[in-house]
């Protein structure tokens, strides 16, 4: 059980990343931001990349588990090629990631409260068609958050899980470097 407990705490208390680059590094300009979750309201830090013309436009990006704003690799190009098309772009942390407060990372959750929070941000600045880009857990965290608030319409979801409990049973001891048994039970425990 002391194995166990140890290895479910690191999982949920992911050492965080450094932000290593900013969109400055890929030549755009841009805002820090940051705005509250919704239901808790833990103020979320990102970037805010504003299209050069006024738009109604907006992408967010969601990262995925163990990573952060600037780590995913084609996330500050995508955003290039957005801004180049008109469209804004936020892209944020989640909790308890790269550097945005808070100390557990639920895989989906508690991750939802901070995009809804994204979206809420980009409602208060006129933002009406608003489009999400996850990956791994932000892709699940995208697909849930759209089926919570519908003033987001598009969600493109790269290798999202379906089921976090039925993923783990099955995919922990990847995770872990433990064996199935006994502990896969005890961790989701």
Same mark, same amino acid.
């Given at each position: 059980?002391?194995?166990?407990?140890?290895?479910? /705490?690191?999982? *949920?208390?992911?050492?965080?990343?450094?932000? &290593?680059?900013?969109?400055?590094?890929?030549?755009?300009?841009?805002?820090?931001?940051?705005?509250?979750?919704?239901?808790? %309201?833990?103020?979320?830090?990102? /970037?805010?990349?504003?299209?050069?013309?006024?738009?109604?436009?907006?992408?967010?990006?969601?990262?995925?588990?163990?990573?952060?704003?600037?780590?995913?690799?084609?996330?500050?190009?995508?955003?290039? *090629?957005?801004?180049?098309?008109?469209?804004?772009?936020?892209?944020?942390?989640?909790?308890?990631? !790269?550097?945005?407060?808070?100390?557990?990372?639920?895989? !989906?959750?508690?991750?939802?409260?901070?995009?809804?929070?994204?979206?809420?941000? !980009?409602?208060?600045?006129?933002?009406?068609?608003?489009?999400?880009?996850?990956?791994?857990? !932000?892709?699940? &965290?995208?697909?849930?958050?759209?089926?919570?608030? &519908?003033?987001?319409?598009?969600?493109?979801?790269?290798?999202?899980?379906?089921?976090?409990?039925?993923?783990?049973?099955?995919?922990?001891? %990847? /995770? &872990?470097?433990?064996?199935?048994?006994?502990?896969?039970?005890?961790?989701? /425990?």
């Amino acid at each position: 059980m002391g194995v166990s407990y140890y290895v479910g /705490w690191n999982l *949920t208390h992911p050492e965080r990343k450094p932000i &290593t680059k900013t969109p400055a590094s890929d030549g755009l300009a841009f805002q820090e931001i940051s705005f509250p979750s919704r239901v808790d %309201h833990l103020q979320i830090k990102g /970037w805010l990349i504003p299209a050069d013309t006024i738009t109604n436009r907006l992408v967010i990006m969601a990262h995925g588990y163990k990573d952060n704003r600037s780590d995913i690799r084609p996330m500050l190009p995508l955003a290039d *090629t957005l801004y180049k098309e008109g469209i804004s772009v936020i892209m944020f942390d989640f909790r308890a990631e !790269g550097d945005s407060p808070g100390d557990v990372v639920s895989v !989906g959750e508690f991750e939802e409260r901070d995009l809804l929070g994204a979206v809420d941000y !980009g409602r208060s600045h006129s933002y009406r068609k608003i489009g999400v880009i996850g990956y791994s857990m !932000g892709a699940s &965290t995208a697909l849930m958050a759209a089926a919570d608030d &519908t003033l987001i319409s598009a969600v493109v979801a790269d290798s999202p899980f379906a089921n976090l409990r039925r993923y783990l049973s099955s995919h922990m001891p %990847h /995770w &872990t470097n433990l064996p199935n048994f006994p502990f896969t039970a005890e961790i989701l /425990w």
